[in-house]
């Protein structure tokens, strides 16, 4: 370009030359540092960048949403599961810990890396963290279990002691079995002459079927009637529904449910205890005690179970139900409709003339 005919080396041979104000230009078009949460976010995606990651990418997503939730080092998270206190980290985040834990062929992965592992991601270097403790699922699980059984038994002892009362409520409560005995003179009145009009008693579901009854006067059925002659002849045996103070509550219990719950409870129990013979002395020393207790409180559990079956045949005998086919929680219902259709009856009543 130099010494050729051109515009450079024209207007280099100007004396005369427009000078532009440097300060200006500088103040204008200097760079600027970038605000620091940007600087920030380009020097953490400047630092993935020369991250090595081992786990695929949605699950290492995974593993770093979950650690943040900690204010802390991946050290100090690791000490929590050693100290296997389950207070210290809180049931949701155990069980989000339980549900992360590495799998096999991740721990060949990661065992097997020999590269830098100052370059690894953070979830990478938290499960080698992880790896070093000895059995560090065992005491995962352990504190699960000691988190989860508290919640389990704070449940299920009062459901099982719901549902005996409210048997035993039904067993033995007067005012109920004169409302029943009202029902049976009313029906065998009304089936007088039939093959029904001389019944010694009747089936549970019939109860259901008293507001089926129509009279020959508008809105009004057979429920209505007996709640009338109750008010009429003895006021205080309407009363009834209120002394069923743990009907509605065992109503919506499911039995099999509770002992399925039970069931599990031991089981997991077991697998601990059978874990534990084999595990570190610091992990036995952690929960052996506690899976002691916990098998003895679950056995008393099992126990009491026991008693409401027994209940439920009492029940059947009670009310002439055949043992074989009575279902507790299909009476519970029933006698928590009843009393439901009762205590609508007996608002009513005093409102209208029949």
Known sequence: MSGKNNVWTKIREWEERIEPDFSRAEELFRQTELPTRERKKKQEETKQLLQVNLLEGKRSLNINIYLRQ??????????????????????????????????AHEI????????????????????????????????????????????????????????????????????????????LLTGNFLNFGGYAGNAAGFRLHSLLRLVDTRANKPKMNLMHFVVQEAEEKDPSILTFPDDMKHLEEAARLSLEGLGSEIQQLMTGLHRLHKQLSNSEDDVKEQFQTFVERAMVSVCELQKELGTIKQLARKLAVHFCEDPNSFQLEECLQIFKTFCERVKTAHKVCPSRSY
């Open 70 to 103: 900690f204010k802390c080092s991946h050290e100090e998270i690791i000490d929590m599961v050693q100290q296997g206190d389950p207070e210290k980290m809180g049931a949701e985040r155990l069980k989000g810990l339980l549900r992360l834990l590495p799998q």
């Open 108 to 183: 060949e992965l990661l065992t097997s890396y020999e590269g830098d592992k100052t370059k690894l991601g953070a979830a990478e270097k938290f499960f080698l963290l992880l790896l070093e403790l000895p059995s560090y699922r065992l005491r995962v699980e352990g504190m699960v279990m000691k988190e989860e059984f508290s919640a389990s038994m704070a449940f299920l002892k009062p459901s099982i002691r719901t549902v005996q009362q409210a048997c035993q409520d039904l067993l033995e409560n007067k005012k109920l079995q004169r409302i029943l005995q009202l029902i």
